[in-house]
């Protein structure tokens, strides 16, 4: 059995409320933020999976997630995942600063896995909040033999850390991913630096792009 924690937020430390989701989709929110099991690509292999909320409220969510998975190697299983659903369908280039923070742990690194920042930005604001026209993945964590969509064409320093700056097309979706290229297991920073540098070096267009979801 294997285990991920996290704890993300924006300010402090979230109020007390146990959840504990295992089915599929198995979803829940409170204040600010959600949780997802997300067990999308289950019948890729063979396991079980559930996530365990400790606290969550408008200030931040600590959540964990075990699993044990076998076959289907390469394949993807799951994208456990927390979500910010607060208000903030703006245009990308509107947005002062997305400040955030997070501690993470993994038990095992005999694992192939990812630890990423997710969003999604598209020019119809009603666009389908699971996908976009582009999205922008931060890497905090690279473990086994996964790697993210495309080919490295750049390296970038943002926040006092260095990432790979990948870059691939899924359907009519763009992707950005930043990568680490040591996990970083505790971090600050503004989430803003990101689409700014896509802007100033990649031709983002962040007048005319929406963020949709976090």
């Keep these: 059995m294997k285990t991920v924690e996290f704890f993300i937020a924006f300010a402090t430390a979230a109020f007390a409320q146990e959840q504990t989701l295992c089915d599929q989709y198995g979803y ?55 979500g910010y659903i607060g208000q903030m369908q703006m245009y990308v280039s509107d947005i002062k600063s997305i400040p955030t923070s997070v501690e993470w742990s993994y038990d095992t690194t005999d694992i192939n896995a990812d630890v990423s920042y997710d969003l999604f930005t598209a020019a119809d604001i009603n666009h389908d909040t699971s996908s976009g026209d582009y999205e922008l993945m931060i890497w905090l964590g690279k473990y086994g033999t996964i790697q993210p969509i495309g080919t490295q064409i750049a390296t970038a ?19 950005y991913s930043f990568v680490a290229s040591n996990p970083i297991t505790s971090w600050s920073g503004d989430i803003q630096d990101f689409f700014t540098y896509l802007t100033q070096n990649e031709d983002y267009p962040s007048s005319s792009q929406y963020l949709i979801s976090t």
């Design 28 to 82: 829940y929110s409170s204040g600010s933020y959600d949780v997802n099991n997300n067990l999308w690509g289950e019948d890729n292999g063979t396991g079980s999976q559930c996530t365990y909320i400790n606290s969550i409220s408008d200030s931040g969510v600590s959540w964990y997630t075990t699993w044990n998975w076998s076959g289907g190697e390469g394949q993807v299983k799951s994208y456990a995942n927390s």
């Design 157 to 175: 320093t943002i926040g006092n850390e260095t990432w790979e700056l990948w870059y691939g097309v899924n359907g009519a979706q763009q992707t």
